[in-house]
């Protein structure tokens, strides 16, 4: 068994028992950010979290509802990945960068007429 489908086997079993906000981070058939989606691509790309994900006795189930544990109202996007990263992988952190399309291509250029990416770094948005 692969950790994507150790993850899958989990939240099948487990998802009749989470409440309603662990089923709204899982997103579920619905739009938009899908943590168990990311959780399984994260194992596709680095093996070092797929063994973490093997190797993890709690299941995803338990993960999702740690997640929500102590939410007031929301939870970012990213905050959500990062504590789920975190509850396979102790100490691992989440980076995101964004970029910015101005319909050139993502290439914008400054005032000294050099071509750069603009980019930005999401990590300050938890500040807030």
């Not at 973490?52 to 189930?61: G, I, L, P, R, S």
């Amino acid at each position: 068994m692969t950790a994507f489908e150790k993850l899958d086997k989990e939240y099948k079993e487990g998802k009749g028992k989470l409440n309603r906000y662990a089923l709204a981070i899982s997103n579920e058939g619905g739009e938009g950010f899908n943590i168990l989606t990311a959780l399984k691509q994260l194992c596709e790309d680095n093996d070092e979290f797929a063994q973490a994900v093997m190797q993890q006795d709690k299941t995803v189930c338990d993960c999702l509802s740690e997640i929500v544990k102590d939410a007031k109202q929301s939870l970012s996007d990213l905050l959500t990945l990062k504590k789920a990263v975190q509850f396979y992988f102790p100490g691992a952190d989440v980076k995101l960068t964004m970029s910015l399309d101005l319909g050139d291509g993502g290439v914008s250029s400054k005032s000294d007429n050099k071509s750069k990416s603009v980019k930005f770094d999401l990590d300050g948005l938890l500040d807030f």
